[in-house]
């Protein structure tokens, strides 16, 4: 897969090695590297994984390998969570005076 | 510029890049001890309580509507003691602008940013705050920079932080999203120094003094809705600003006598700043994880004189489980009528229980609400919870474990609070100060700031010298 100029992408980058991050973290953060993802608009033609550069919304340029085309918002309301369906019609019941009954 | 990006040389330019990206001159307000001027700070600096109205008012934010939860008040009073169960508001900062009532610290930053002449404003955060600087970046015409702490290292985002960064890009603000770690500071001084943006820091004078029109406001609508003041007004805790500025907004509307009590979830054992624990967590905001440390050691922030100064004004701080405020965020949708949250129904867990514990002629406030939506709702954080493996159980509460399970009440009577020991607080906020600032003997000055900085008094901060003393 690879972008045009002028698509609308996320890139990403190494921020800083597990050598160059602060000394003050725990072993599980501290063995892993410090990430960034940024998005926007290609300056120019790239194949995925390749460096490329973006502008930003507010007109930034920035830098970093090409990870997605279109990034889409993945996140979303869940799944029915069965420990919650209920505690509605549990409260009304209450509410109305039959807890009870 | 200055080249050298390493973490070390980035964190020693700390104080240069802050003074010029908060335009605060700090040593005016330092007296080179514990002590330094924090009420001069926030007069010299900020801006009264009616020009902040104003600037507020330009930009639409404030005059949320107080809301009355009578189905949640009558059911406290169903299972408490008889005579028992406070009549329970709740300010409905959702109405804001983004949705909450960061608006509130976003719109005098945004203001001082532009009054000043800079052409953007930055802010790192991975919480509501964001979207509400982008949203006052976008009225006031500046551009706005938002770093996040988003991902595990395998690139795993928790839900509610994913839609955060979605509506500051909704606001037309950038988001430079990263892993976890404390670096999230580091990147944001490098954008600073880059840009020359304002730094929209949520601790400095600006940030704390937009919050206390909130204090205020809610205080006007008790009086006005019932003839009294609030007997107690619930903070969700986290920074410590929220607490600072209601409290101080309640002073200035001269509720003297109105009990301020913190509230976060409790958040025990996790480790915020580890990349495993991370998404462990179904909280983001308001626990214990950043209501302890900042309330035992405020400067340990991004300018060297935190505003936020919440053992200032706290007469008690409780805490609450996860699964209390999943449950009770069901109760205010079911029972009355209101999806929001999570942040606000920290304290509205707690506001819950603690209503028992009072007489049926009092009041007690939560003072906000924020909005909610994909990746913020309780089925969308408990689904994911869920794939990182925590158990999700009905239950007694007692029995939740942070980062292992959660148990949703079975019954509302089982929804407590826990008191945390703010004598203990106050102790380890006094020994933190020794141990930063005091080079030399303490002086007469010291003691007299710390007992207004943790509300107390002379001789019990004399006490806990002498404890302290080897």
Known sequence: MSAKKGDWVQIHRIELKPSERSSNLPQDTQSVPLEVWQKGFATHDAIMGDEIEIETVIGRKAKGELVKVNPEYEHNFGKPVAELLTIGAELRKILGGEENE | ?470
């Open chain 2, 1 to 470: 510029m200055n080249s050298d990006m390493s973490y070390d040389a980035v964190m020693n330019r700390k104080n240069e890049i802050m003074k010029n990206a908060v335009g605060i001159d700090y040593n005016d307000f330092e007296s080179g001890s514990i002590a330094f001027e924090y009420e001069k700070m926030m007069k010299e600096v900020g801006y009264t309580l009616n020009e902040i109205r104003e600037i507020q008012s330009y930009t639409s934010v404030g005059n949320t509507p107080l809301i009355e939860l009578r189905n949640l008040t009558k059911i406290a009073r169903m299972i408490s003691a008889p005579g028992k169960g406070a009549r329970i508001f709740i300010k409905d900062e959702a109405a804001n602008p983004s949705g909450s009532f960061k608006d509130r610290r976003a719109s005098v930053s945004a203001y001082r940013a532009k009054a000043l002449g800079y052409e953007g404003i930055i802010a790192a955060t991975s919480g509501n705050y964001g979207a509400a600087v982008a949203s006052q970046a976008a009225i006031n015409g500046l551009k706005c920079i938002v770093v996040q702490e988003v991902f595990d290292s395998k690139g795993k985002g928790q839900p509610e932080i994913l839609e955060k960064g979605r509506k500051c890009e909704a606001l037309g603000a950038e988001v430079v999203q990263l892993t976890v770690g404390p670096e999230l500071f580091y990147t944001s001084l490098c954008l600073l120094e880059k840009t020359g943006y304002f730094n929209a820091s949520l601790y400095t004078p600006f940030a704390i003094s937009g919050i206390e029109t909130l204090g205020y406001e809610l205080a006007e609508q008790v009086k006005t809705r019932t003839g009294k003041e609030p007997t107690a007004v619930i903070i969700t805790h986290a920074g410590g600003g929220n607490v600072t500025g209601t409290a101080r907004g309640l002073l200035k509307a001269g509720c003297k006598n109105t009990k301020v009590i913190g509230a976060s979830v409790n958040l025990e054992g996790l480790h915020m700043a580890s990349d495993r624990d991370f998404n462990r967590k179904s909280f983001t905001t308001g626990h214990t994880g950043f209501g302890v440390p900042f309330a035992t050691w405020p400067d340990r922030t991004d300018v060297p004189r935190n505003a936020a100064r919440p053992l200032r004004y706290l007469d008690r701080y409780v805490t609450v489980s996860q699964g209390e405020v999943f449950y009770i965020t069901e109760a205010l949708a079911q029972l009355e009528g209101m999806e929001r949250g999570p942040a606000g129904n920290t304290s509205l867990a707690a506001a819950f229980a603690i209503a028992q514990e009072m007489n049926e002629d009092e009041i007690i406030v939560v003072q906000e609400t924020e909005y909610t939506g994909a990746g913020k709702l309780p089925s969308a954080q408990l689904t994911f919870a869920k794939l990182m493996g925590i158990e999700v159980r009905r239950g007694d509460p007692a029995d939740d474990k942070p980062g292992e399970r959660i148990v949703i009440p079975e019954h509302p009577s089982q929804i407590r609070v826990k008191d945390m020991d703010l004598d203990k607080m106050k102790r380890s906020y006094v020994k933190n100060c020794v141990t930063a600032y005091s080079k030399s003997k303490i002086r007469p000055e010291d003691i007299t700031f710390l007992a207004e900085d943790t509300k107390s008094d002379v001789n019990y901060i004399k006490n806990t010298l002498d404890e302290l003393a080897p």
